[in-house]
């Protein structure tokens, strides 16, 4: 039965596309339109959905690109030669079926423009190689970006579509899935090209006279195979452009290789050729698999893909990935190096001699997206924020949505040991924790239908461990703690729902509650809900889930369990899901409405943990709803790789602005000491020198233990040591103790003993990096400040200053939870908020006004209207010489602590230099030994070698 809502929303949003100002006026006016159409609509709810709808914006996306080396523009003038029929429908899907927000979708039309225009015309008799990256957010909808491109691209004369879709069956399925809907046309289980009959799905439902083919299906089990592509009427040198969706499996792709080179000519080197047959291809999770970071030994998927580009004449590939920590290693190799490389496949009746060709690193153009701004991303759950940010410091836009696991309460360890091996004895029972969560989903199912959002997809995710055996036990026992549930809940008097009652009013209705009164978002549709509402829906919500393990097992009969999620085959009722899996479940492939998430297992390769973040992404309506469940460690890590991620997208935002290449943003990035920490190295291979530069570069503590006495007493005396030795305070602006010309060896024996549990901060690499510089006069003289609040209401903490007693008035930082549970993000550390201890003016204290003054000049030009320079700027203007060492004593009271000696933190301002003398050490050697562990480097589901051969 149509959904009365959904119909009135796509009406609303058809009658307000061709005016030119969606104010709310105008939409309350087109609400009381389509009201009369609709009389049964919801018309609150209609007019929350639309101002919600035309409030999301795009920002403004930047291209870092090699100019010197880039084609001439060529899009501009050949575009009223093309019939944008792939386009177009994709874009009016996108619009009005798929509600994807007006503003979003020109954006995407601009974006995937751009990105066409830096590839070559496939129209052009000239042969080319284009390599271009693009980077987005994790779960922001890169697909539904490179499906738009993959539209364009077959409506400029791309002729062949290759989408390298992950390492698992499930997500080749699930993209393969998506690109039926969003460029094919039709369900490619039922046909593989274009005919009249085809179940039409997507864009095929708005227009079926756009013919397209596909030599794979969305079956689990629709992988490319060679007879089968052979039995396909359609042929890849037809006028109609042919898509072709694959896992990176080495089996697979190797196939693939065999059969289109069958189609190709001889060239004079032995080579097989094929001209005349421009390839699109598209990397998606171009991080994971297709990296290859050492010229001597190459990884097989690598070759493989490397190979593959290499059969082609014409060619443009682009790879997505939300993580491109790995990319950036990618050497860029000479022609002789890569000429030299060549590989022998194997086939059944004959052996391939290829040339492997250039690497993949994206030497053309690296693209970056932000998000829309209803996206929600780590730095809503983490409150990561810009240094810059003249704001200082609160938590108010964090989402108190986590509930950090307590190790001294729970009993998760001991069910789910963080080494458990694949056959250590199996748990015979849930955590507390675990049940408390699915209770959780429970209320948030029964909740979201309370809200009119009855057909929309809900899932939980349960990520416990690797294990294929634990997964499947999890599983069982999640379906038996449901089924308790049910029979509980059919009872009059039951102790089930008192209990959900109780959570339901001290857990939900106080954040709901703080989601509307702070506008945590934008968001109209979230709303109180009462318990009696909720308590109406419990049981048909129950009663609608689902448990499943994602595995990649094949189907067992009768065993509900293992079948596929298939999110598809509910689209009119909607699914509500328990999944419980692994890396499947951690990489690429979307949790549809994921609303709970319960997380232990931790990954210490950064990228890799990153892209398990699947609860980030859009939540409309329900992200007061949403929980997630998980360590404090993982917390941590999580922490970290955000401030990386973060670092990464600053210095690129530089290098636009510096107009530097692709090649150029590599060789920076590798040497900053964020990111070389969050590279997964299992991506190294070999011993492979690393250099770390600390130039032009701000690193502050923010994080330490709430329960570990002697570490803050360790640190105290460790400051009080440093300025004992400092002796006569000269005062700097507001702050009284400041000591300029501070040698840099004092400086180093502070770093030395002062402790930090943060990952980005190694006091080895900083002492040997200040120790190197001094071999060319450089950071030889340092300022010191003790900082002092300058409100007379701080707490005050005693130090000893040039022998003299002095109380000195701290810095108050509240900790997201240090008095108020309910904001908490970690009860393990205590986080300064949004990861910054810095005030962004302090960073300037040292600089004379001739210095400001031309800082705060660069900062306009780079933005105008700025009031006080960017961090960026200031250490610009710092003289080589010179660098800044900021002491901040934090008020001991929101971290836990007894008043008296203060949680002490630090900030280091080093200069921008020119030619410094960088830090080298071997990633094969620390960074395996210190980032990675033997469980991350396996394969996750054993089940999904199983189903890598040909069948032919």
């Known amino acids: 039965m149509p959904d009365s809502h959904e119909e009135a929303l796509s009406v609303a949003i058809t009658m307000l596309t061709p005016k030119a100002h969606k104010t709310p006026a105008v939409i309350t006016e087109t609400v009381g339109r389509v009201g009369m159409l609709y009389p049964e609509a919801d018309k609150e709810r209609l007019q929350a959905d639309l101002l919600a709808y035309y409030r999301v914006k795009s920002l403004d996306y930047a291209i870092l690109e090699d100019k010197a080396n880039r084609q001439p523009p060529w899009l501009d003038k050949a575009r009223e030669d093309i019939k944008w029929k792939f386009w177009s429908r994709y874009r009016d899907y996108m619009q009005f079926d798929r509600r994807m927000a007006a503003h979003t979708v020109d954006q995407l039309g601009d974006l995937t423009d751009d990105i066409l225009d830096r590839l070559s015309n496939p129209r052009s008799t000239l042969p080319f190689d ?18 738009g491109l993959i539209c364009k691209a077959a409506d400029a004369g791309y002729k062949l579509i290759i989408v390298l879709a992950g390492i698992h069956s499930s997500l080749r399925s699930q993209t393969q899935e998506r690109l039926d809907e969003g460029f094919v046309g039709y369900n490619t289980q039922t046909a593989r090209t274009h005919r009249t009959g085809n179940h039409w799905i997507g864009v095929g439902k708005r227009d079926r006279k756009v013919p397209a083919h596909s030599l794979t299906t969305s079956a689990s089990n629709g992988d490319f195979k060679t007879s089968l592509a052979d039995s396909v009427p359609a042929t890849i040198f037809g006028s109609d452009p042919v898509l072709i969706v694959v896992k990176k499996n080495v089996s697979i792709l190797r196939n693939l290789i065999l059969w289109l080179a069958a189609k190709g000519e001889e060239t004079e080197k032995g080579h097989r050729l094929l001209s005349d047959m421009p390839l699109l291809l598209i990397d998606d999770e171009a991080d994971n698999a297709s990296i290859n970071v050492s010229k001597e030994n190459i990884s097989a998927v690598n070759a493989a893909v490397r190979v593959l580009l290499s059969l082609f004449e014409q060619k443009a590939y682009v790879g997505y990935t939300a993580t491109p920590f790995a990319n950036i290693f990618i050497p860029v190799l000479s022609r002789a190096d890569f000429e030299a490389l060549n590989l022998s496949i194997k086939g059944r009746h004959n052996t391939l001699d290829a040339a492997v060709g250039q690497e993949l690193f994206p030497r053309d153009f690296i693209v970056n997206i932000p998000p829309p701004t209803n996206y929600i991303g780590p730095d809503k759950i983490f409150g990561i924020g810009d240094p810059d940010d003249e704001e200082d410091g609160s938590h108010e836009n964090v989402l108190p949505v986590v509930h950090e696991l307590d190790e001294e309460t729970d009993n998760y360890l001991e069910l789910f040991p963080n080494k458990h091996k694949k056959d250590d004895d199996l748990p015979t029972s849930l955590p507390d924790s675990l049940e408390d969560a699915v209770n959780h989903f429970f209320l948030t199912c029964a909740a979201r239908m309370a809200r009119g959002q009855t057909r929309q997809h809900s899932s939980m995710l349960i990520h416990v461990s690797r294990f294929v055996r634990w997964q499947n036990q999890t599983g069982k026992l999640v379906s038996e703690y449901l089924s308790d549930c049910r029979s509980k809940l ?103 409405g994921l609303c709970v998430s319960y997380y232990l297992r931790a990954s210490r390769m950064y990228d890799t943990l990153m892209q398990m973040g699947r609860w980030f992404g859009y939540r409309p309506g329900y992200a007061d709803l949403c929980r997630l469940f998980t360590s404090g460690e993982i917390i941590s890590w999580y922490r970290h790789i955000t401030l990386a991620t973060e670092e990464l997208r600053l210095e690129f935002d530089r290098m636009v602005r510096q107009r530097r290449t692709p090649e150029e943003y590599g060789l920076k990035i590798r040497s900053k000491p964020g990111v070389l920490q969050i590279t997964a190295t299992n991506r190294m291979r070999g011993a492979w020198p690393l250099q770390l530069s600390f130039a032009g570069e701000l690193m502050e503590t923010y994080a330490f233990p709430r329960h570990d006495p002697d570490f803050i007493k360790t640190n105290y005396e460790a400051v009080q040591k440093l300025i004992s030795q400092l002796g006569v305070p000269a005062p700097v602006g507001r702050q009284p103790y400041a000591w300029r010309g501070v040698s840099a060896d004092t400086v180093q024996g502070f770093l030395l003993e002062y402790l930090t549990t943060q990952r980005n901060i190694e006091p080895g690499k900083l002492t040997d990096y200040i120790s190197k510089q001094q071999q060319d006069g450089r950071l030889t003289k340092w300022t010191v400040i003790l900082m002092q609040a300058e409100n007379d209401a701080n707490p005050e903490v005693p130090f000893v200053i040039n022998e003299k007693p002095e109380m000195v008035r701290t810095t108050f930082r509240n900790a997201a939870g240090a008095k108020d549970k309910s904001k908490a993000v970690s009860t393990v550390e205590y986080v300064i908020p949004k990861a910054h201890i810095i005030s962004p003016r302090h960073e300037a204290l040292d600089l004379d006004d001739t210095q400001l003054s031309k800082a705060l000049e660069g900062t306009r030009a780079e933005r105008s209207g700025a009031a006080y320079p960017s961090g960026e700027q200031i250490r610009l203007q710092r003289p080589a010489s010179e660098a800044l060492l900021l002491l901040y004593p934090l008020d001991p009271e929101p971290a836990g602590y007894a008043p008296g000696i203060p949680v002490m933190g630090y900030a280091i301002s080093f200069p921008a230099l020119k030619g410094d003398r960088k830090v080298t050490y071997m990633g094969n050697s620390q960074l395996l030994a210190e980032f990675t562990n033997e469980d991350d480097n396996a394969l996750d589901d054993e089940a999904d070698q199983q189903i890598t051969r040909d069948d032919d």
């Open 130 to 147: 284009r390599r271009g990256m693009v980077v987005g957010q994790v779960q922001s909808g890169k697909t539904g970006n490179y499906t």
């Open 490 to 592: 059919a009872l009059r008097k039951n102790s089930l729902e008192p209990a959900l009652k109780e959570l339901w009013e001290n857990e939900y209705e106080p954040v709901t509650a703080r989601f509307i009164d702070e506008k945590l978002l934008d968001d109209h549709a979230i709303k109180p809900l009462s318990w009696e509402a909720v308590r109406k829906q419990l049981r048909p919500a129950m009663e609608r889930i689902k448990v499943r393990v994602v595995h990649g097992t094949p189907d067992r009969t009768g065993d509900t369990l293992h079948l596929p999620l298939a999110y598809s085959d509910y689209d009119d009722t909607g699914l509500f899901v328990i999944a419980i899996g692994g890396n499947k479940l951690s990489r690429g492939l979307t949790l549809e």
